[in-house]
């Protein structure tokens, strides 16, 4: 009775944790299978860990620059102003890229003062995964925005939930190898899985393959589409029923 009709406490008290326990438990099992990376693992971790903060970041931002409009009862005017949905997306991701911006050079710094560790040490190829993480997660960021749109206010927790799903089934912090089969055969329908492995790749091997980047780069391409043309179709929707009086 108490978590019925509330998503936000059936998340806080189911999603969360399960979140928490597969993503640590996964990597507990890379750990103990794969001794012999502990002497990169910190670079390894703190690498990893900075650019899911990008990827997590962005997304949320992205979607939570239509919740506080949302907040503001501002969404009636939203719709009733010249604005064009195409404009209100790009606000949105500039907005998103500015706070990221901000937040990975706090980070950044606090990594290296505090672990001596550098995230220029992934030299060129740092600029190929961030340009690749922004873009999936701006891209998340649309898909959260058109799910709070479609079913309305009830369902804001998708800004801060929708992205956090994909930290285990990406391997962000471990190989796909380490996931059940089932789930290593989702994990690459994402770019995040190319890039994150890329990273671990360049940090114990310095080598990079070159033909995952670009399956991660189309599958971005892919995903963008799919996210505006289901934000447009969702937006004109709810126009045109009358939806809208649900954010007032």
Known sequence: M???????????????????IVTWGFLTVYISRNQNIQ??????????IILWTLVYTVARDVAVCFLDDMWDRNVVNLYCSPLKPIEFLTASFLIALFRIILTLGVI??????????????LGAYLGLFFL?????????????????????????????????ILSPISAVFYPISVLPQFLQNIALLFPTSYVFGGMREILLTGTIVWQDMAIAAL???IYLIIAFLLFFKVFNDVRKNGLIARFS
Do not use: Q
Not at 39 to 48: E, K, P, Q
């Open 2 to 20: 108490l978590l019925r009709h509330d998503l936000g406490k059936v998340i806080d008290t189911f999603y969360w944790p399960l979140i928490d």
């Open 39 to 48: 002497n990169n693992f910190i670079l390894v971790l703190l690498s990893a």
């Open 108 to 121: 950044s710094i606090t990594a290296y003062l505090f672990y001596s560790f550098n995230i220029l040490i």
């Open 132 to 164: 690749i993480l922004i873009v999936f997660s701006y891209t998340i960021g649309i898909f959260a925005t058109t799910l709070i749109l479609r079913f309305g206010p009830g369902v804001e927790i998708f800004a801060w939930s929708f992205p956090a």
């Open 219 to 221: 599958l971005d391409i």
